[in-house]
């Protein structure tokens, strides 16, 4: 059944016929029923929204044989064309149901034809022929395991390999057109920052290996209510210790975070047409505040939240997911990191209070080895953040109510802009 929002939605966007099919839970996993003729349960982890376009989720697929990732996608009827060559291309048993005349299609990952990658991993032969690539000629890959930790269908796949003879490796699945950034930026902040050294990669594919750091995510080190502070001070020293790295081979990204901002507002007009004046001026004002910005270039994470850190077991932390890293400005990691902290408290995945002791811990530890940025800065790169962060109460799916999310992280948002911080300039 679809919630209110989702069926206003559905009823403004009519280029596409399987978005309420999609955006229904219960409605995805009785048509895959139907389709395989046994009781199945849909349960959607992630969404990607684009009016008029597509929409693409993932999910998981819970049979009577076990639990599957999957993803399922639909598209405008001008895009027929591009389902039916997924069709075509996808592995035998990878196409789950289809329904050519909405535009929908759901598989398995390898049938993801943006990720040709994951079509090697979902044959025996082919992935030993790849992990040698990678590794080396070595007797374990015959017995590899391999295991998905994340996917975002038609983006990246990262996943954990054992090899019985060799290292324990992370795997991670790119766009091939997009692999040759990500594994720069990887190779570039392993040397002399601390972060997982590439073991290889295959950019014709859109593969990377890259070294398993032992120890635990920084989310499930023990603390009250959540991560322990002395872990998340961690965490902040070893950011600045990134930021901190000089002579490492990232390169810039020009106006990229701007862009960002903009495309972020076009993603909330649609989904909030009734703020769209306000969304509109709003993200102008910080786009235009980020153009008109002294420009620096020290190394960035690019990504940064608490779920990029993982403790070792005498309590130091380490980064990961380096592939977005390149030359920034530091207050764009500490600005990502507080608008993720923000998002999790309006879902009540944290509590206000915790988001904050949290926050201020990272901070703790980040002075500790480097000055914090100035807070124009800050309060800049938090507004923006915000406001491309402000869209996940929908696409994360963790609440009904994702039109009070989104709204309420858009306050936040306008909160920094008229902060005396974010007034003040930029110097």
């Given at each position: ?10 009823l403004r966007d009519q280029d596409l016929p399987a978005l309420a099919l999609l955006l229904d839970e219960e409605g995805l996993g009785a048509w895959l029923a139907d389709q395989h003729g046994v009781p199945v349960r849909w349960s959607t982890r992630y969404l990607r929204y684009k009016q008029g376009t597509s929409c693409v989720i993932a999910g998981d697929l819970e049979t009577p044989e076990g639990t599957r990732h999957c993803f399922a996608s639909a598209h405008a009827s001008d895009a027929l064309e591009k389902v ?344």
């Amino acid at each position: 059944m679809l919630l209110p929002a989702d069926q206003a939605l559905v009823l403004r966007d009519q280029d596409l016929p399987a978005l309420a099919l999609l955006l229904d839970e219960e409605g995805l996993g009785a048509w895959l029923a139907d389709q395989h003729g046994v009781p199945v349960r849909w349960s959607t982890r992630y969404l990607r929204y684009k009016q008029g376009t597509s929409c693409v989720i993932a999910g998981d697929l819970e049979t009577p044989e076990g639990t599957r990732h999957c993803f399922a996608s639909a598209h405008a009827s001008d895009a027929l064309e591009k389902v039916t060559k997924s069709l075509r291309r996808a592995p035998a048993g990878s196409v789950l149901g289809t329904d050519p005349a909405r535009g929908l299609v759901v598989a398995t990952p390898p049938a993801d034809r943006d990720l040709p990658g994951l079509a090697l991993l979902d044959d025996a032969r082919r992935t030993r022929r790849l992990l040698r690539g990678l590794v080396g000629d070595r007797s374990g890959v015959r017995d590899a395991d391999l295991r998905t930790l994340r996917y975002k269908p038609q983006r990246r796949w990262v996943g954990v390999v054992r090899l019985r003879h060799g290292p324990t490796m992370v795997l991670r699945v790119y766009r091939p057109a997009a692999a040759r950034r990500a594994v720069e930026a990887i190779r570039a902040c392993s040397v002399g920052c601390g972060t997982p050294a590439l073991i290889g990669a295959d950019e014709s594919r859109g593969v990377a290996a890259i070294e398993h750091v032992q120890g635990a995510a920084l989310s499930r080190v023990s603390g009250a209510g959540g991560p322990d502070l002395a872990a998340v001070r961690s965490a902040g020293s070893a950011l600045a210790r990134l930021h901190s790295a000089r002579n490492v081979a990232l390169h810039g990204r020009g106006n990229a975070d701007a862009d960002a901002v903009l495309l972020a507002a076009d993603q909330l007009v649609a989904l909030l047409p009734d703020q769209t004046d306000d969304v509109r001026a709003l993200s102008a004002k910080v786009a235009g505040r980020l153009l008109n910005t002294a420009e620096v270039r020290l190394p960035v994470h690019g990504d940064f939240s608490l779920d990029q850190v993982v403790v070792d077991e005498t309590g130091v932390a380490r980064l990961i997911d380096l592939d977005e890293a390149h030359l920034g400005d530091p207050a764009s990691d500490l600005a990502c990191v507080a608008a993720a902290l923000a998002r999790d408290a309006v879902l009540g995945s944290v509590s206000a209070d915790l988001a904050t002791s949290w926050l201020e811990a990272l901070r703790e530890g980040y002075a500790d080895v480097l000055a914090p940025p100035a807070e124009e800065r800050l309060a800049v790169h938090t507004a923006a953040h915000l406001l491309r962060r402000a869209v996940e109460p929908f696409r994360l799916r963790q609440t009904a109510d994702w039109p009070e999310a989104v709204g309420e992280l858009l306050t936040r948002a306008r909160q920094v802009v008229t902060s005396a911080s974010f007034m003040e300039g930029v110097r």
